[in-house]
C-alpha cells in the first residue's frame, strides 16, 4: 500500500476539492462566475478547444461516447486477470494478497482519478456558467408576470411573423414541408454567421466558434427525444439531423449559446430566437420564429384553450404543414421506454444545476418573449 501513495497520478484527486471550491464560490458570487470566469477563463477557453475539436468534421464528444463502454470493459478484463495471475514485474509469482491488494487499491486510485478529472472537465466547461448573470443582464429586458391576453398578443405577433417567412419559403417537399435549401451540414456555417451578426448586438456573444456537428446517432436521439447536446469535454455543439428541417436551424443556435456560456435553457432557447432572427436567410429566421411560437402557444393553451384556437386559426395553410409534419414526427416517440430514462435524466441533471423547475424551465423562455415584446410595444 505504501507504493500507492508514490503514484504521481495521486495528486489528480485533487481536482475534486477544487472543482467543489470554485463551484461554491460561484454559486455564492455572481460576480465572481461572470467576471472572473465565464468572461475571461472560459471565453478563452471555449474558443481554443472547440477550434481545435473543430477541425476534425465528426462529433469527438460523440466517439468517445460510443468507444467508453468497450474501452473499460477491455480495462475491467484485464483488471481481473491480474488478480488472478498475481505476477510481479517479470512474472515472479509474489505473495498472492499482498499483490492483490496492491492492484485493487491502484485500480480504485485509476477510477478515482479518472471521474476527478471528468468532474473537473465538466466543472470549468460548464458547471460555473449555470451561476454566472442571467442573459437578461445583457439584454435589460424586465421579466415580470403578464396576463393573458398580453401572452395572446405575443402569440398573434409571432403567428404574423411565422406567416410572412413562410410565404417566402420555396423549397419543400411533395407534401409541401418545408426542407431546407442548403445540405444541413452546409446551412451550419449561415448559423454561425447569425452569431456574428448578434454579436455586433450583444458582444457577450462574440468570438470564432466552429459550427456545429451533426450527430451519427440522431435517430437514437430522437427516440430520446432530445434534439441536440454540448459536450462540454470537448467543447462541441451537436445536433440532431433527423429532426424536421424548420427545427434545425433554431437547435443548431440553441446549442451554440450553450458553447458561448450560457447554459440555463430558457436562455439558450431565447439566444437561438435572438440569433435565428440576426440571420439573412428566412428559412433561419422563420426557425427562431416557429420555435417561440410553439413554446408561446404550449403556455397559452395551458392558460386559456380558447383564446389558443382562436391564435390557432390565424396561422397560414403552411404553417399549418409545417406543425402537423414536426407532430407527427415526434408522436412516434413519445412515451416510450428510452424517451422516459432520458427525460428522468436530463430533469434530474438540470435541478442538480439549480435549475428547481427541471425540464419545465424549457417553458420559462416564454417570459423573456414577453418582456421583449412590451420592451418594443410599449
Request: proline content about 3%; overall charge neutral.
Amino acid at each position: 500500500m505504501k507504493k500507492i501513495s508514490k503514484l504521481k497520478r495521486i495528486f489528480l484527486l485533487l481536482l475534486i476539492p477544487l472543482s467543489l471550491i470554485v463551484t461554491y464560490i460561484a454559486k455564492g458570487n455572481a460576480t465572481f462566475a461572470e467576471e472572473v470566469f465565464s468572461k475571461r477563463i472560459y471565453h478563452v477557453l471555449s474558443i481554443v478547444v472547440s477550434n481545435i475539436t473543430g477541425i476534425l468534421p465528426f462529433s469527438i464528444g460523440e466517439i468517445l461516447l460510443l468507444i467508453t463502454p468497450i474501452i473499460f470493459t477491455i480495462l475491467l478484463i484485464r483488471f481481473i486477470l491480474g488478480l488472478v495471475r498475481c505476477e510481479g514485474n517479470n512474472g515472479e509469482i509474489v505473495d498472492k494478497r499482498k499483490i492483490r491488494r496492491y492492484l485493487a487499491a491502484k485500480g480504485i486510485l485509476n477510477v478515482g482519478c479518472f471521474f476527478s478529472v471528468l468532474f473537473f472537465c465538466y466543472t470549468i466547461g460548464c458547471g460555473v456558467n449555470y451561476y454566472r448573470y442571467p442573459f437578461s443582464h445583457y439584454s435589460n429586458l424586465t421579466v415580470q408576470e403578464s396576463t393573458e391576453e398580453e401572452l395572446k398578443e405575443l402569440c398573434l405577433s409571432l403567428a404574423n411573423q411565422a406567416n410572412e417567412l413562410r410565404s417566402q419559403i420555396t423549397s419543400e417537399d411533395i407534401f409541401g414541408v418545408l426542407k431546407l435549401p442548403k445540405s444541413k451540414l452546409k446551412i451550419r456555417t449561415d448559423v454561425v454567421q447569425a452569431y456574428d451578426n448578434l454579436a455586433k448586438t450583444y458582444p457577450i456573444l462574440s468570438g470564432s466558434y466552429p459550427a456545429v456537428k451533426p450527430l451519427l446517432v440522431s435517430k437514437l436521439m430522437s427516440r430520446m427525444e432530445l434534439t441536440g447536446i454540448f459536450w462540454p469535454f470537448t467543447m462541441e455543439a451537436n445536433v440532431n439531423i433527423d429532426i424536421p428541417d424548420y427545427s434545425i436551424p433554431s437547435t443548431m443556435a440553441h446549442e451554440m449559446a450553450h458553447m458561448r456560456g450560457f447554459m440555463r435553457e430558457d436562455e439558450a432557447n431565447y439566444i437561438a430566437y435572438l440569433a435565428c432572427k440576426a440571420s439573412e436567410l428566412p428559412e433561419i429566421r422563420y426557425s427562431g420564429i416557429m420555435e417561440a411560437l410553439i413554446l408561446a402557444g404550449n403556455a397559452l393553451y395551458d392558460k386559456n384553450v380558447d383564446l389558443y384556437h382562436e391564435v390557432a386559426t390565424t396561422y397560414s395553410t403552411k404553417v399549418r404543414i409545417d406543425l402537423n409534419a414536426n407532430s407527427e414526427y415526434w408522436r412516434q416517440f413519445e412515451n416510450n421506454t428510452v424517451s422516459n430514462v432520458a427525460e428522468t435524466v436530463n430533469n434530474t441533471y438540470l435541478k442538480m444545476n439549480d435549475q428547481e423547475d427541471g425540464v419545465q424551465s424549457y417553458g420559462r423562455m416564454v417570459d423573456l418573449l414577453l418582456a421583449e415584446y412590451r420592451a418594443l410595444h410599449q
